[in-house]
């Protein structure tokens, strides 16, 4: 069981409207959340990011000096001894308008509005990234497999990866795209392969085509992890013998479930 509680979360929201800040204010005191500060700008936020690094940074998709994503970017060049979290409450459904920020590895999606089991899993989200449970697997050792991350975003691969040592794994290896990826696979052996959708050269269903008929590769896991909501082209993806689909931004202990069912099912 996690150390950190809610009460321990230092936060940072970032809402250009003060009647919105006092509404999520109000949502994450009645959460168990006290320490709080609100501001206006992704200025103001960088400025305490920089003096005081929160646990967990809420903002809102567009700020008055720069969207979410920028923030994100920003935030990261930020030398800390903190690792700060981002969470983004927005409106906004449209695919081109989150994927961005998506990409950039916010632990949680918040809907505006949205209720108090939203926040709270999105809290629980969060601390599960501070603390994160280890991976126990029946059949094999977590810390031998081999794993691949391919994906396009320098962010999003760090992020991945970050995630997946959190649960134990320690030999893991990059690819900046698919065609890097398939020579990755047709060179060496993985145990597993997480692979993101839409990148350059050759995209993750192609990616999946080729493991699975060019290298007759029927067994290896391949969980794609994507943004894209495109029913008809994850249906596609599907077909092609992907052995899971994960949304980003993902929760860890969804990743630690879904593991669980490829490496110990009966």
């Known amino acids: 069981m996690a150390s950190v509680s809610l009460s321990d979360l230092s936060i940072v929201l970032v809402e250009p409207s003060s009647t919105q800040r006092k509404i999520i204010v109000t949502h994450l005191q009645q959460a168990g959340v006290y320490n709080i500060e609100g501001v206006a700008s992704g200025m103001e936020a960088l400025k305490i990011m920089m003096q005081y690094p929160p646990d967990l940074v809420i903002s809102a998709l567009h700020l008055p000096d720069m969207d979410a994503a920028k923030l994100i970017a920003l935030a990261r060049k930020i030398k800390s001894e903190t690792n700060i979290h981002f969470m983004l ?15 950039a590895g916010i632990v949680a999606l918040l809907p ?34 081999k794993v691949l991350v391919v994906d396009d975003s320098l962010t999003a691969r760090n992020h991945i990866t970050r995630v997946l040592k959190n649960l134990g794994m320690s030999d893991i290896s990059k690819a900046n795209d698919g065609k890097e990826g398939a ?84």
């Open 89 to 103: 409450v927005s409106s906004e459904t449209r695919f081109e308008e989150l994927d961005d920020v998506r990409q």
């Open 112 to 145: 505006k509005p949205f209720d108090s089991h939203d926040l709270e899993k999105a809290l629980a989200t969060t601390i599960d990234f501070m603390e994160p449970a280890r991976l126990e697997l029946d059949n094999y050792d977590i810390t031998a497999l």
């Open 183 to 266: 020579e990755a696979v047709k060179n060496n052996e993985f145990d597993l392969i997480f692979t993101d959708l839409n990148m350059p050269n050759m995209d993750g269903k192609q990616l999946v085509e080729y493991v699975r008929n060019e290298l007759n590769n029927a067994f290896i896991p391949i969980i794609m992890v994507t943004s894209d909501d495109d029913a008809a082209r994850l249906g596609e993806v599907k077909a092609a013998g992907v052995t899971a689909i994960c949304d980003k931004p993902f929760e860890p202990e969804a990743i630690r479930q879904l593991l669980v069912r490829v490496f110990d099912a009966d």
